[in-house]
């Protein structure tokens, strides 16, 4: 599946993005063809185009990339966007299965969240001692905590055990908690 994914801010500071992919039906050269477009951290718009070739999708994404760029929407490089970290605390140092679960439960819910709504991508997780965390690139890390607390609120997920910090790209380490405020304890990944 290729992905194409803009954005683009107005005078007066608000994010737009627009994206566009394809993929194949399972098990058939057919796919469908979605544009997913809208204001950063709202539900957004969808178009979608069944049946369709992956010679045409190719030639709808050209169309596509070449309409956001004279209309001022380019693609966003890692080091533009921000890292927003979701942190649940664990009984056990190394997590239960109920922990795994969980992680996967919550990157499930939170990748199609944050992606309707232009605010980033699950790039990964790891476990630390007494730690879960799930690390996600975002181009607006404030808005994507409030979107974090009610997808996870939604989802029905643990929120008796969770954290959530934003850090500038370049230095993960320096993350700052950002919910439950005020922090009880400085925020560590490790």
């Not at 994206?19 to 718009?45: C, D, I, M, P, R």
Request: with cysteine.
């Amino acid at each position: 599946m290729s992905i194409v994914r803009t954005y683009r801010r107005d005078e007066d500071g608000t994010m737009y993005f627009r994206e566009a992919w394809f993929s194949t039906y399972e098990g058939e050269e057919l796919g469908q063809f979605v544009v997913n477009h809208g204001t950063v951290g709202h539900q957004s718009k969808t178009e979608t185009a069944k049946d369709v070739t992956a010679a045409t999708a190719e030639g709808l994404l050209a169309a596509f990339t070449e309409a956001c760029q004279e209309d001022g929407f380019v693609p966003l490089a890692e080091e533009d966007q921000g890292w927003v970290i979701v942190q649940y605390a664990l009984k056990t140092a190394t997590g239960t299965d109920r922990d795994k679960y969980l992680e996967t439960t919550a990157k499930e819910a939170l990748v199609g969240h944050l992606a309707w709504r232009g605010l980033g991508t699950v790039e990964s997780s790891d476990y630390a001692p007494h730690k879960l965390n799930i690390r996600i690139l975002s181009p607006e890390p404030k808005k994507a905590v409030a979107a974090i607390k009610t997808c996870l609120r939604e989802a029905k997920l643990d929120f008796t055990k969770l954290s959530i910090a934003t850090a500038p790209f370049e230095d993960v380490e320096k993350a700052r908690q950002a919910y439950p405020l005020p922090a009880k304890a400085p925020f560590t990944l490790a």
